[in-house]
């Protein structure tokens, strides 16, 4: 049996809509039903096996008005639930967080309350900095499973595919064994800017060696981000061979290649530029990019063990843009406690 509560007061919220029978109601899900409040602009939902909410299956899970239902999933069978929904008539999480959060769900990953708030304020900040509308694909490894961590940040596209083994924790995303990959199925060739591309990888651990983080290279041209341990951290972004070179002691933290002409390219780190040269771009790579290798003809090679706590793809950007992007970053990962 499924049973429902009323709503409760909290800060912003009202305490109708009230909570109106379940219906349904199948071995691991049912549908939450409720009355629908004048002004609420979104629903936040309660689910628990306890009658009193001491803990927590679904936590503030938000529903966009006018919408005033929502199929609850991935239940045991054999046992009660209780729900119980509020109203807020302002806007609690921006949209495109929330389809994130969305989308995470349906691939039946799951994302913490602390998580949310950290991607939320992660996308209202880069929108503000105007970094969001360059971003192609952005993985925050958050949710410590495969089916959050492929999720695309930016979008339904990109999804990623993990191969081989990976661990997967609330500090990141690690491959663990020979082959190990995740294909973001991003297409450098058919998204991508000639002149205008960036890649990130933030690094939490130190590397195995000679390795590249994220890139894809044809025979002719490509693009990479490869950081050596206490050796060289290597930038090329659309260039047919030549890279950026930095003597790098420390293989820890957010690394950015960008370029954003067609003979410029620099190489970011922590929020300062490194590397700078004038290197003519040649030609995208008809490839899928790879993270945690190199994309390479069709190979995975160069695989890498550096645990990944964020990775993107999009336009160049400016150095002030390229400075922001960290600050928000490293934001985003220290309210994870997974900052280095």
């Known amino acids: 049996m499924i ?6 007061v909290a800060s ?17 899900s049912f549908t939450a039903n409720w009355n629908a409040y004048t002004g609420a602009v979104v629903y936040l939902l309660d689910v628990s096996t306890s009658p009193t909410f001491d803990t927590f299956i679904y936590e503030d899970q938000q529903v966009n008005a006018p919408t005033t239902s929502y199929v609850v999933i991935g239940l045991n069978s054999n046992t009660t639930y209780y729900y119980r929904v509020r109203a807020s008539t302002e806007a609690l999480t921006d949209p495109d967080a929330q389809a994130f959060f969305d989308r995470v769900t ?11 708030d950290a991607v939320n304020t992660l996308v209202v900040q880069m929108k503000t900095d105007g970094i969001w509308s360059k971003m ?15 999720q695309n940040l ?15 924790a ?39 060696g000679t390795e590249v983080e994220i890139g894809a290279q044809s025979s002719t041209n490509g693009s990479l981000i490869e950081i050596r341990t206490s050796g060289t951290t290597y930038f090329r972004i659309n260039s047919p061979g030549s890279y950026l070179t930095y003597s790098d002691s420390d293989s820890k933290g957010f690394y950015v290649g960008n370029r954003t002409a067609s003979n410029v390219i620099n190489g970011w780190k922590n929020g300062t530029k490194i590397a700078s040269g004038t290197i003519a771009s040649s030609a995208l790579p008809n490839l899928n990019v790879y993270i945690g290798a190199f994309h390479e003809n069709g190979n995975a090679n160069y695989r890498t063990t550096k645990e990944c706590a ?7 950007l400016t150095d002030a843009e390229a400075s922001d992007f960290y600050n928000s970053v490293q934001a985003f990962n220290t309210t994870l406690s997974r900052q280095v």
């Open 154 to 168: 930016k979008s339904s596209s990109f999804t990623g595919t993990f191969n081989g083994s990976w661990t997967f």
């Open 3 to 8: 049973l429902a509560t009323h709503g409760i």
């Open 106 to 116: 349906t691939a039946g990953g799951s994302l913490s309350t602390t998580e949310q």
């Open 170 to 208: 609330s500090t990141g995303a690690v491959p663990t064994a020979s082959g190990a990959y995740m294909n973001t199925n991003l297409n450098q060739s058919l998204v991508s800017n000639l002149d205008s591309t960036h890649l990130s990888y933030y690094s939490r651990t130190t590397s195995n």
């Open 12 to 28: 912003q919220i009202v305490t109708v809509p009230v909570a109106t029978a379940a219906t349904g109601i199948g071995q691991t």
């Open 310 to 316: 964020l990775s993107s793809i999009g336009d160049g």
């Open 136 to 150: 192609k694909a952005i993985y925050p490894m958050v949710g410590a499973s495969a089916a959050a961590c492929a």
